[in-house]
């Protein structure tokens, strides 16, 4: 394991190589009305634990995010176009909002940061919804719309699209053991919207019913060729691909094997043959889960410390995703997301180095990387979870929206300053 005051091998990250921090439209710009989720958060009952409200203010405060980027040393930011305030109704298009992604572009690379862009990180307008979102057959084609403008008016200046942001989770989630109870409020829910709605079918991406998870993921899937075409056809220097939510899971005996190898053929193999026609395939990795005779082993008391799932902090996870995603597909790796929820920051700033140095062994290795986002900036509203889960590298006073650095900020700015600076002495 690399020490962490040891320079990493000169050359091993290109100064090509994109360091930055990963963030979502609806989870930090506050006030987002017209989206299927913002519905959602309102019904009666709803799994949403609360609402996103103001969120972190970015939609305003947009500048003060790029600028603690830039100030953390960082050379890329990954974030999302919300796809509900660009056509916030059928065919009605604000031109507002495509001005105000311009200038997120615009102030991206005014201060040296380059932009990904994710087309779909989970939220779609409120009229997707009611349409029933994926699983409505013109799903695709009005995603492909979407992208077109989004993509006709940012392709120049961006050079990598994320299409869609885990459409597996549903399938991660259900393996993870979601509660009955959850499962049960997430069909609740949905009968509350479509109620609300006045329409017989109201879906989203990020609350999928069991028993429509493959057909949501037909659904998505479709979407992402149609937006991989959109990307190709209009701005054809960019890299195009989509990114799944992988967990590092190890096998502690044989029959602990059978049942990691079952669960990722129902998780990942779909997504693995798609991508294999993609210039690069999105990791989002948090955790390791063991499995055993028994099934999942779960953290027991005296296991060392644990995120606000319950599951274990492994930094080594990281490298065990990056290597099993680009052994099974031959495809180029972009860690598009990477962290820990967890309250306790001295956690979060103890995973960073070890974590990146499984990273840094798995590129000596020659597992092609293109880059590592971490999730996230700012603590921000996290689903179903609301406000409970803390991702960020900074705190946001919820009030007033001001961000305040946490230590974990500095060990990540530091740990970057030393890989950027060693690719520039090759």
């Not at 989206?35 to 949403?48: A, C, G, K, N």
């Not at 200038?103 to 939220?123: E, Q, S, Y």
């Not at 009005?142 to 200046?157: E, I, K, N, T």
Request: proline share 6%; hydrophobic share 45%.
């Amino acid at each position: 394991m690399t020490s962490p005051h040891r320079t990493p091998d000169t050359g091993l990250y290109p100064e090509t190589f994109w360091w930055g921090v990963a963030g979502a439209g609806h989870q930090i710009e506050g006030h987002d009305t017209t989206s299927d989720t913002s519905f959602l958060e309102q019904v009666e009952p709803s799994v949403f634990v609360e609402p996103s409200g103001a969120a972190c203010r970015s939609w305003e405060l947009w500048e003060q995010d790029l600028d603690l980027v830039a100030a953390m040393g960082l050379g890329a930011y990954r974030f999302s176009v919300e796809w509900a305030r660009v056509e916030p109704e059928p065919g009605v298009v604000d031109p507002a909002a495509l001005d105000r992604y311009d200038a997120l572009v615009d102030g991206c690379l005014a201060r040296g940061l380059t932009p990904v862009v994710t087309l779909n990180h989970f939220t779609s307008p409120r009229w997707f919804g009611a349409a029933g979102g994926w699983l409505a057959t013109d799903a695709p084609a009005r995603f492909a719309d979407q992208c077109a403008r989004v993509v006709g008016r940012l392709g120049d200046r961006v050079p990598a699209f994320v299409t869609l942001n885990e459409p597996n989770l549903a399938a991660t989630l259900l393996w993870g053991g979601l509660p009955p109870f959850v499962v049960d409020l997430q069909r609740r829910t949905l009968e509350a919207a479509s109620a609300a709605a006045g329409v017989p079918r109201f879906r989203a991406a990020n609350v999928v019913l069991p028993e429509e998870r493959e057909a949501v993921e037909d659904g998505t899937a479709r979407g992402h060729r149609a937006a991989r075409d959109v990307v190709r056809a209009l701005a054809p220097h960019a890299r195009v691909g989509l990114s799944l939510a992988v967990v590092d899971d190890v096998a502690l005996d044989e029959e602990g094997a059978a049942l990691r190898d079952r669960k990722r053929a129902e998780c990942y193999a779909r997504w693995f043959d798609l991508v294999r026609d993609d210039d690069f395939v999105g990791v989002q990795n948090y955790e390791q889960i063991a499995h055993d005779r028994t099934g999942v082993v779960h953290a027991g008391e005296g296991d060392g410390p644990v995120n606000q799932m319950g599951t274990p902090l492994v930094p080594e996870s990281l490298g065990g995703a990056v290597r099993y995603v680009h052994g099974a597909t031959g495809v180029p790796v972009l860690v598009s997301e990477h962290g820990v929820a967890t309250q306790d920051d001295t956690l979060r700033a103890g995973l960073v180095e070890p974590a990146l140095a499984s990273l840094d062994a798995a590129v000596r290795d020659g597992v092609p990387v293109l880059g590592y986002f971490h999730w996230t900036l700012m603590d921000n509203f996290e689903w179903i979870f609301g406000y409970r889960y803390q991702l960020g590298l900074h705190e946001v006073d919820r009030a007033t929206g001001r961000r305040t650095a946490k230590p974990s900020a500095a060990v990540l700015a530091r740990a970057v300053a030393r890989r950027r600076a060693a690719a520039l002495v090759r």
